[in-house]
């Protein structure tokens, strides 16, 4: 996007990234390389737990709903900030949707397809248990009845299991769970005769890229500023979705498919695949290489060092509260295990509980207890 929008524009551009003072969880290296190389009037924003905490009640009363993840803070805070400079701005949803950006995700269903084939596998004996182990271990099941269970069992922050650990007894979780099910099974068969790479991509334009684009308008609107997403142009939507899956993701070189073969899709992700690679043999020429294939980074935000940390008390006072107790919607006795575990600081899953927590009880004190 800013390759194009700075080719297209007599003046220097702005560009805008945010981090935080955690360096493991900035990109502004790579931010100043695209900076520099397009003479950019780039902006660098760095942030802080106080920061955080201190505007995530704020955009819930934006939103008038809870946040759907965590990250839509930092983009809150850096709309406020472009609102200084600018009033429009281009941003970059869409493309990891239609060009298969989640490699972790997309490359599933190739989990899927040996476990269910196993026996027509080039396989040694040693090998299959191999893979029937390492498939265990990451899905707890031994196999799905279809695509779709498969799909509803990665399609999750938090497992069920985990649900009914940090909520009361009361809530049908279990019918809850079944209505995404339903949800995703009527979507997988609008285009049943697709394959199942193609059904997970559907799903996510359908769904996942929906809720990106309301957290980009709800964060962004709020500071009084106008996002643009080209990627999600239907022209280019369209044309990416008649574009075979073997072009978005790509195996490596260097026998990636044969070194994958017992391997599930989260470690072959990281190690053996170019996620997004049509996109990126469009730019060979124009980004620096270091840029394009780098491995795939999401926004994450340090809620580990924070709720494990200086913000574990500022957790405790909203979840252990007498209004949280009196809302019977949470299992307080085992959401204050986690929140007094060593495991909140050095657990990224641990402080994504008590981060949704923390969030659904600040809406629910917004828009019930007032």
């Known amino acids: 996007v800013t390759s194009i929008m700075a080719n297209e524009s007599k003046d220097p551009v702005n560009t805008f990234t945010i981090g935080f003072d955690e360096p493991e969880f900035n990109e502004f290296s790579y931010a100043d390389t695209i900076a520099n190389k397009y003479n950019t009037n780039h902006h660098k924003i760095v942030i802080n737990g106080a920061d955080y905490f201190n505007n995530l009640k704020q955009l819930i ?88 269970d498969h799909f509803h069992s990665i399609y999750s922050y938090t497992s069920l299991l985990d649900k009914k650990a940090i909520l009361n007894s009361s809530i049908p979780l279990d019918d809850i769970e079944n209505d995404f099910l339903d949800k995703f099974i009527y979507l997988f068969n609008e285009i049943k005769n697709e394959t199942y790479y193609n059904k997970m991509m559907y799903v996510f334009e359908k769904i996942h890229l929906v809720g990106l684009l309301q957290r980009l308008d709800t964060s962004t609107m709020a500071a009084s500023i106008e996002a643009r997403v080209p990627f999600v142009d239907h022209r280019l939507v369209e044309f990416a979705f008649s574009i075979p899956f073997k072009y978005k993701i790509k195996w490596c070189k260097d026998g990636g498919k044969y070194k994958s073969r017992v391997l599930m899709s989260n470690e072959i992700s990281e190690r053996y695949d170019i996620p ?51 809302r019977k919607i949470y299992n307080i006795d085992n959401i204050k295990k986690i929140l007094d575990s060593d495991e909140l600081h050095a657990d990224h899953g641990f402080a994504m509980k008590i981060w949704m927590l923390v969030n659904l009880e600040l809406f629910s004190r917004e828009y019930f207890d007032n």
């Open 61 to 148: 009363k934006y939103k008038d709903a809870p946040l759907s993840v965590p990250n839509e803070v930092p983009l809150y805070i850096m709309s406020k900030e472009l609102k200084k400079y600018i009033t429009v701005v281009l941003s970059g949803e869409g493309a990891d949707e239609i060009f298969a950006g989640y490699g972790r995700i997309f490359r599933s269903p190739y989990d899927l397809y040996r476990i269910q084939n196993i026996d027509s596998l080039d396989l040694s004996d040693d090998e299959k248990d191999k893979l029937c182990k390492y498939f265990i271990k990451k899905y707890i099941v031994d196999n799905f009845e279809s695509d779709v």
């Open 276 to 326: 997004k690679y049509i996109l990126k043999k469009a730019y060979e020429n124009e980004l620096p290489k270091d840029i394009l294939y780098r491995k795939k980074a999401g926004f994450p935000v340090p809620l580990h060092d924070w709720l494990g940390g200086k913000f574990r008390k500022y957790a405790k006072k909203i979840l252990l509260s007498k209004a949280a107790k009196n």
